[in-house]
Nanobody, 115 residues
Framework: QVQLVESGGGLVQAGGSLRLSCVVS????????MGWYRQALGKQRELVAR???????NYADSVKGRFTISRDNAKNTVYLQMNSLKPEDTAVYYC?????????WGQGTQVTVSS
């Protein structure tokens, strides 16, 4: 069993920044892929950013150039740095780990961007 705990969400004005953290209950060094997803009210959950164990990244078009995903293997933590936030970034943000063909999810952290 793998547990993920997100933190760092909150209320921020448009143009501001937040950094989300996802602490994983096991070493992330060999985890094939870690990702951040978000789900806005009334919408489907969508991929925001993804990072593989080889260092490859991909981002949703809507966040390219504003968000950065990174990892600290020593801390078993994955981060999502979010800059130039927009009201449309408002959502619950979830961390996901893909481990041995299984997806593990965190409980989510709310990000609210006011205009």
């Amino acid at each position: 069993q793998v547990q993920l705990v997100e933190s760092g969400g909150g209320l921020v004005q448009a143009g501001g920044s937040l950094r989300l953290s996802c602490v994983v209950s096991r070493s992330i060094f060999s985890i094939y892929a870690m990702g951040w997803y978000r789900q806005a009210l009334g919408k489907q959950r969508e991929l925001v950013a993804r990072l593989t164990s080889s260092g490859n990244t991909n981002y949703a078009d809507s966040v390219k150039g504003r968000f950065t995903i990174s990892r600290d293997n020593a801390k078993n933590t994955v981060y999502l740095q979010m800059n130039s936030l927009k009201p449309e970034d408002t959502a619950v943000y979830y961390c996901k780990a893909f481990v041995f063909s299984t997806d593990y999810w965190g409980q989510g952290t709310q990000v609210t961007v006011s205009s």
